[in-house]
């Protein structure tokens, strides 16, 4: 009985070191686990966009909640390479819930394009991603 014991206490002590390097480095995000424990808010973003349109970019933001508590006063930057930006507020958005907004941006001529897009709400939670829009023209 004894060697079983030590045996599974062994096998719990590596298993606990293994997860406790991968949160110290970052591969276990473990953020919206503890927002839902301390009922905090905990902004996700994404986005979608149109392709291959004429001299413009049609951007889509979609900003989730995963946390254990509400987020208030909800705001969306997108900036373009040109150093334009846009803002949109998406006010309250309660746990589990996602809400979109729209951003278009006029270009003077056709290629890629690398924007970045930020959420950002009044109880401190943030995130933020930057992706690559392809648009025809001159």
């Given at each position: 009985?004894?060697?079983?014991?030590?045996?599974?206490?062994?096998?719990?002590?590596?298993?606990?070191?293994?997860?406790?390097?991968?949160?110290?480095?970052?591969?276990?995000n473990?953020?919206?686990?503890?927002?839902?424990?301390?009922?905090?808010?905990?902004?996700?973003?994404?986005?979608?966009?149109?392709?291959?349109?004429?001299?413009?970019?049609?951007?889509?933001?979609?900003?989730?909640?995963?946390g254990?508590a509400?987020?208030?006063?909800?705001?969306?930057?997108?900036?373009?390479?040109?150093?334009?930006?846009?803002?949109?507020?998406?006010?309250?958005?309660?746990?589990?819930?996602?809400?979109?907004?729209?951003?278009?941006?006029?270009?003077?001529?056709?290629?890629?394009?690398?924007?970045?897009?930020?959420?950002?709400?009044?109880?401190?939670?943030?995130?933020?991603?930057?992706?690559?829009?392809?648009?025809?023209?001159?």
């Amino acid at each position: 009985m004894g060697k079983k014991l030590t045996i599974s206490l062994g096998v719990i002590a590596i298993i606990a070191v293994i997860a406790l390097v991968l949160v110290v480095t970052g591969i276990l995000n473990t953020s919206p686990i503890t927002s839902k424990i301390t009922q905090e808010p905990y902004l996700s973003i994404s986005e979608t966009h149109g392709q291959d349109l004429w001299l413009r970019a049609e951007i889509r933001i979609y900003v989730a909640n995963n946390g254990g508590a509400s987020a208030s006063e909800v705001m969306v930057n997108v900036g373009s390479p040109g150093g334009d930006f846009q803002t949109k507020s998406l006010g309250y958005i309660a746990e589990g819930e996602t809400k979109t907004a729209d951003f278009t941006f006029t270009l003077l001529r056709g290629g890629n394009y690398t924007f970045h897009a930020t959420a950002t709400c009044f109880e401190g939670s943030s995130d933020s991603t930057t992706f690559t829009v392809h648009v025809n023209g001159l």
